[in-house]
């Protein structure tokens, strides 16, 4: 079983920065992806950001140029955000697309944290 656990959310005014991290535990033979989803009251769940195994990256239209994944070599990935509008405000829930030491793939979910972007 994997576990993820993010952190680093909060009550930011618009302009701001917050930076969210996102750390994975449990059995994990490879990572295939790691991203970042959010979900605004009464909005289905939407992409943020993703970053492959080899670190290839991918960004919501809306974020781009604002926001920046990234990943150690841990089993952590992160997320920067910066200039953050109102419309950014929402649950942000961390991702993982793993391989377990079975081989078999699955999808695990953080709990979320909140993201409020407000004057």
């Known amino acids: 079983q994997v576990q993820l656990v993010e952190s680093g959310g909060g009550l930011v005014q618009p302009g701001g920065s917050l930076r969210l991290s996102c750390a994975a535990s449990?059995?994990?033979?490879?990572?295939?992806?790691m991203g970042w989803y959010r979900q605004a009251p009464g909005k289905q769940r939407e992409l943020v950001a993703t970053i492959s195994n080899s670190g290839i990256t991918n960004y919501a239209d809306s974020v781009k140029g604002r926001f920046t994944i990234s990943r150690d070599n841990a089993k952590s990935t992160y997320l920067r955000m910066n200039d953050l509008k109102p419309e950014d405000t929402a649950v942000y829930y961390c991702n993982a697309d793993v391989i377990s030491p079975g081989y078999a793939r699955q999808v695990y979910w953080g709990q979320g944290t909140q993201v409020t972007v407000s004057s």
């Open positions: 449990g059995s994990i033979f490879r990572f295939n992806a």
